[in-house]
């Protein structure tokens, strides 16, 4: 649904700007995805979107916040997220948090996004909005939604550790950015 030229800009800021390659691992291009949408987008980009944003194409909504004209919730970032992940050959999808009442279901407030990772054949959670990368089990082994609902469920959070970009958001976890 996007224009060539879009398409061409987009695969242009991939390689040169967040600097995907080829050989890059899943795991490394969500690390490289996730830096570039926090150094290039910045703190201006969290906030009220424009009523127009939640029904724009990513890529739009991406070039307005990045022009600091514009701005979104978590909902616009996993959208441009995902854009841009698909697009560097990850496969991504949206989470949604929502629950029914009377049959119909009601989003609850938070988005994030999920990226299949063939290296070891799981989805792994991923939250573009917090810099928060993806976490892992205590053997190393990506944890998705549902994994971390259950261990949120259980409070067995004992050797779970998470790939954060520490920036702006993170001013108080200690580590090198």
């Known amino acids: 649904y996007l224009a060539t030229e879009d398409l061409t800009e987009i695969d242009r800021i991939l390689t040169e700007e967040v600097g995907i390659n080829e050989s890059d691992g899943t795991l490394r291009k969500l690390e490289k995805l996730?830096?570039?949408?926090?150094?290039?987008l910045g703190t201006r980009c969290r906030g009220n979107p424009d009523h127009d944003d939640r029904w724009r194409d990513p890529f739009l909504i991406y070039q307005n916040m990045?022009?600091?004209?514009?701005?979104?919730?978590?909902?616009?970032?996993?959208?441009?997220?995902?854009?841009?992940?698909?697009?560097?050959?990850?496969?991504?999808?949206?989470?949604?948090?929502?629950?029914?009442?009377?049959?119909?279901?009601?989003?609850?407030?938070?988005?994030?996004?999920?990226?299949?990772?063939?290296?070891?054949?799981?989805?792994?959670?991923n939250d573009p909005s917090f810099a928060l990368i993806y976490a892992l089990d205590p053997k190393g082994v990506v944890?998705?939604?549902?994994?971390?609902?259950?261990?949120?469920?259980?409070?067995?959070?004992?050797?779970?550790?998470?790939?954060?970009?520490?920036?702006?958001?993170w001013p108080d976890i200690v580590g090198e950015e």
């Open 34 to 40: 996730t830096v570039h949408f926090r150094d290039a």
């Open 143 to 169: 944890l998705n939604s549902v994994d971390l609902s259950h261990l949120r469920k259980h409070g067995a959070w004992e050797g779970v550790t998470g790939r954060i970009y520490k920036d702006w958001g």
């Open 66 to 125: 990045r022009s600091g004209e514009g701005q979104g919730y978590c909902t616009q970032h996993a959208q441009i997220f995902l854009l841009f992940a698909n697009r560097a050959g990850l496969l991504s999808r949206l989470v949604v948090t929502a629950r029914t009442k009377y049959n119909n279901f009601i989003y609850t407030g938070h988005s994030w996004v999920e990226t299949w990772v063939p290296e070891q054949g799981r989805w792994a959670w």
